[in-house]
Nanobody, 115 residues
């Protein structure tokens, strides 16, 4: 059974930084598009950043210039480095791997940014 496990969430002050991690198990991770999504209370889940198997990246406008996504296929892992965090970044962050019409999701990790 494929598993994606996120870690690294927590409480941080505005302007601070966090680095999340997502580790995939039982998945040929390198052939999947990996990404981070988030869902704030009362809002729909939205894409934050994605990285393709070739390293091409996408960032939501709201995080452009503040977040950097990277992946290490040998470790079946994907990381967002999140800098200059803002209270509006508060959300549950989910890791996703998708390809071949199949989506795999982690259970999420909570990031809270205090003002």
């Amino acid at each position: 059974q494929v598993q994606l496990v996120e870690s690294g969430g927590g409480l941080v002050q505005a302007g601070g930084s966090l680095r999340l991690s997502c580790a995939a198990a039982r998945l040929t991770f390198g052939s999947y598009i990996a990404g981070w999504y988030r869902q704030a209370p009362g809002k729909e889940r939205e894409a934050v950043a994605t990285i393709g198997s070739g390293g091409d990246t996408y960032y939501a406008d709201s995080v452009q210039g503040r977040f950097t996504i990277s992946r290490v296929n040998a470790k079946n892992s994907v990381y967002p480095q999140m800098n200059n965090l803002k209270p509006e970044d508060t959300a549950v962050y989910y890791c996703k791997a998708h390809n071949y019409g199949i989506n795999y999701w982690g259970k999420g990790t909570l990031v809270t940014v205090s003002s």
